[in-house]
T-cell receptor, first 114, second 111 residues
Framework: EPEVTQTPSHQVTQMGQEVILRCVPI?????FYWYRQILGQKVEFLVS????????KSEIFDDQFSVERPDGSNFTLKIRSTKLEDSAMYFC????????????FGEGSRLTVL | GESVGLHLPTLSVQEGDNSIINCAYS??????FIWYKQESGKGPQFIID?????DKRQGQRVTVLLNKTVKHLSLQIAATQPGDSAVYFC??????????FGAGTTVTVRA
């Protein structure tokens, strides 16, 4: 069964460092998302991406965050200068069709900022 | 404020019994709702969805009920099994299928 894959599974970084989280969405999917989940809390929307551009972003997704689809298969989330409060599980998701809420999530990348 | 929320953060259920997980939403214009399940250490997994032109939808061992009058939806799991132990989120669809998740109900199945 096709799946969304994410790397790394866990990254520990120092405050102020840049982090790139990588995702490979399901191959025929066209819509891509990043969500995050702080430990014990709900899943929060960060950004959606379609047709090589951001379609919507949340207040969390400030100018420290960026996304890119560099090569037609990978979908990356970059945090330019990490803060302690960026520590969370980051989930990538993708969706095939324009009329379904069925997002396929990866298993997440846990980011720990020290 | 939060647009979707769950009534109870935890639910303990005996194996074989039915489970009912509740969710309230505040936006009367919302027209599409989805239930997700998140097992420990994994990403959310789609269970079932319902559009506002329906009040009930059934899947395999799951039923979602939508009451638009009181802005409430529920997920019913029949004959709950140990593998059903997880956190369950209701989600409300926004623009571009940006999902807004509720806080989650942790379901624990007792053997």
């Amino acid at each position: 069964e096709p799946e969304v894959t994410q790397t790394p599974s866990h990254q520990v970084t120092q405050m102020g460092q840049e982090v790139i989280l990588r995702c490979v969405p399901i191959s025929n999917h066209l819509y891509f998302y990043w969500y995050r989940q702080i430990l014990g809390q709900k899943v929060e929307f960060l950004v959606s991406f379609y047709n090589n551009e951001i379609s919507e972003k949340s207040e969390i997704f400030d100018d420290q965050f960026s996304v890119e689809r560099p090569d037609g298969s990978n979908f990356t989330l970059k945090i330019r200068s990490t803060k302690l409060e960026d520590s969370a599980m980051y989930f990538c998701a993708s969706r095939a069709a324009p009329n379904t809420g069925e997002l396929f999530f990866g298993e997440g990348s846990r980011l720990t900022v020290l | 404020g939060e647009s979707v929320g769950l009534h109870l953060p935890t639910l303990s259920v005996q194996e074989g019994d039915n489970s009912i997980i509740n969710c309230a939403y505040s936006n009367s214009a919302s027209d599409y709702f989805i239930w997700y399940k998140q097992e420990s250490g994994k990403g959310p997994q789609f269970i079932i969805d319902i559009r506002s032109n329906m009040d009930k939808r059934q899947g395999q061992r799951v039923t979602v009920l939508l009451n638009k009058t009181v802005k409430h939806l529920s997920l019913q799991i029949a004959a709950t099994q140990p593998g059903d132990s997880a956190v369950y989120f209701c989600a409300e669809n926004g623009n571009d299928y940006k999902l807004s998740f509720g806080a989650g109900t942790t379901v624990t199945v007792r053997a």
